[in-house]
């Protein structure tokens, strides 16, 4: 059996660790002249741009099945590989996470609770959009927006055209404000036959727009947990997904969940499973995809997830002080560029007296 991976960056990396345990094959069509978080680990690395049509032909003659590492895939190129191979989730799936527009457009469509959000073509639209939602809003761009990229807070009408200009014009989404009390994500799993997996919630804290810590099990009522995994999995059910979907939630101040936005694959915040349950969020991504049985999302105990950013290379990480932590795991994705805040690992605080002190205490030592 041998699983094809679109993207070669860390989450790719953390998959073929996974696969390789289970004796299962991968390739990775990185869609770029580097790599380097795959190299090594997979089975086979092709580093050619997702419009080079011999690469897509080697790479689907090579795979059973294919998935996603991220889901800035040009959709031709995802239709192309889905007319060859399994394609797990799909191409349709895929194209509404991508996508701010159809994203929000979709979840309007099936009743799902979201920030009230407008979409906006035009400096004229953008105007018309903010008298409604504003006078605190959030313009994102459409497309190409994570950890924080694309997006400019508006708190007056003043700021609105240069809010605009800042996005270059381009395709974007104003959503109103949230007022929220924490953030929270849900990873859910479905199958071949639509059976169904979820993990504990995650609770998030963010440090300039990047994940900084998991916390889970979160801590927010059950009536909102309950919620949250209801709409996850409903989620899942209308995609008609098969694979790992990540779904991301304000929690506002009276316990209400509204949805953010959804990732078509593993996430971040879902890096705790790696040692705090019994299956990773990467095996169950490979068991979903690749038809098998999907595996116990039980958590073993209280875990912290610590993202490692470039900033905490000052000059170079400390492993001894990590190591050195109780409870610690750590996990490095082979990138040698330590600039800007790339985030070049994680460390998962797992078992003992609160995880999240020792977490907290470790970023302090960590960051110059």
Same mark, same amino acid.
């Given at each position: 059996?041998?699983?094809?991976?679109?993207?070669?960056?860390?989450?790719?990396?953390?998959?073929?660790?996974?696969?390789?345990?289970?004796?299962?094959?991968?390739?990775?069509?990185?869609?770029?002249?580097?790599?380097?978080?795959?190299?090594?680990?997979?089975?086979?690395?092709?580093?050619?741009?997702?419009?080079?049509?011999?690469?897509? #032909?080697?790479?689907c003659h090579k795979v059973d099945f294919a998935t996603v590492e991220f889901e800035n895939?040009?959709?031709?190129?995802?239709?192309?590989?889905?007319?060859?191979?399994? !394609?797990?989730?799909?191409?349709?799936?895929?194209?509404?996470?991508?996508?701010?527009?159809? #994203?929000?457009?979709?979840?309007?469509? %099936?009743?799902?609770?979201?920030?009230?959000?407008?979409?906006?073509?035009?400096?004229?639209?953008?105007?018309?959009?903010?008298?409604?939602?504003?006078?605190?809003?959030?313009? /994102?761009?459409?497309?190409?927006?994570?950890?924080?990229?694309?997006?400019?807070?508006?708190?007056?009408?003043?700021?609105?055209?240069?809010?605009? %200009?800042?996005?270059?014009?381009?395709?974007?989404?104003?959503?109103?404000?949230?007022?929220?009390?924490?953030?929270?994500?849900?990873?859910?799993?479905?199958?071949?036959?639509?059976?169904?997996?979820?993990?504990?919630?995650?609770?998030? #804290?963010?440090?300039?727009?990047?994940?900084?810590?998991?916390?889970?099990?979160?801590?927010?009522?059950?009536?909102?947990?309950?919620?949250? #995994?209801?709409?996850?999995?409903?989620?899942?059910?209308?995609?008609?997904?098969?694979?790992?979907?990540?779904?991301?939630?304000?929690?506002?101040?009276?316990?209400?969940?509204?949805?953010?936005?959804?990732?078509?694959?593993?996430?971040?915040?879902?890096?705790?499973?790696?040692?705090?349950?019994?299956?990773?969020?990467?095996?169950?991504?490979?068991?979903?995809?690749?038809? !098998?049985?999907?595996?116990?999302?039980?958590?073993?105990?209280?875990?912290?997830?610590? &993202?490692?950013?470039?900033?905490?290379?000052?000059?170079?990480?400390?492993?001894?002080?990590?190591?050195?932590?109780?409870?610690? /795991?750590?996990?490095?994705?082979? /990138?040698?560029?330590?600039?800007?805040?790339?985030?070049?690992?994680?460390? &998962?605080?797992?078992?003992?007296?609160?995880?999240?002190?020792?977490?907290?205490?470790?970023?302090?030592?960590?960051?110059?």
């Amino acid at each position: 059996m041998t699983l094809g991976i679109l993207g070669g960056g860390q989450l790719a990396r953390m998959l073929c660790l996974d696969a390789r345990r289970m004796g299962v094959k991968t390739v990775v069509w990185s869609g770029t002249a580097t790599a380097e978080p795959t190299e090594g680990v997979a089975d086979q690395v092709i580093k050619k741009s997702f419009d080079d049509e011999l690469a897509r #032909e080697e790479f689907c003659h090579k795979v059973d099945f294919a998935t996603v590492e991220f889901e800035n895939i040009p959709q031709e190129t995802l239709c192309k590989v889905e007319e060859v191979v399994g !394609l797990h989730p799909s191409a349709e799936s895929i194209a509404i996470s991508q996508h701010r527009s159809r #994203e929000k457009s979709f979840l309007r469509e %099936h009743g799902i609770p979201c920030a009230p959000f407008a979409l906006v073509n035009s400096l004229e639209e953008l105007e018309a959009a903010y008298a409604e939602l504003g006078p605190v809003a959030v313009l /994102k761009t459409a497309a190409f927006g994570y950890d924080g990229k694309g997006q400019v807070k508006i708190t007056a009408s003043e700021q609105v055209e240069a809010a605009w %200009h800042s996005v270059q014009g381009t395709p974007s989404v104003l959503e109103g404000f949230v007022d929220f009390q924490c953030e929270i994500s849900a990873l859910v799993a479905r199958g071949k036959r639509g059976d169904m997996r979820i993990f504990p919630l995650a609770e998030n #804290e963010h440090r300039h727009h990047i994940l900084d810590l998991s916390i889970v099990p979160a801590r927010v009522s059950s009536t909102s947990a309950k919620e949250a #995994e209801q709409i996850a999995t409903r989620l899942a059910e209308k995609l008609d997904y098969r694979g790992l979907l990540a779904v991301e939630f304000f929690v506002d101040k009276s316990g209400g969940v509204l949805v953010n936005e959804m990732a078509p694959r593993p996430h971040n915040s879902g890096h705790f499973t790696m040692n705090a349950c019994v299956t990773s969020q990467f095996e169950q991504q490979l068991r979903a995809v690749c038809g !098998l049985p999907l595996g116990s999302t039980e958590l073993l105990g209280e875990s912290v997830m610590l &993202n490692l950013l470039g900033d905490m290379w000052n000059p170079d990480l400390n492993r001894a002080e990590i190591l050195a932590t109780e409870g610690a /795991k750590l996990h490095l994705y082979g /990138k040698q560029d330590a600039s800007g805040r790339r985030k070049l690992g994680h460390v &998962n605080l797992i078992g003992g007296d609160s995880p999240e002190a020792r977490a907290r205490s470790l970023k302090k030592k960590l960051l110059p």
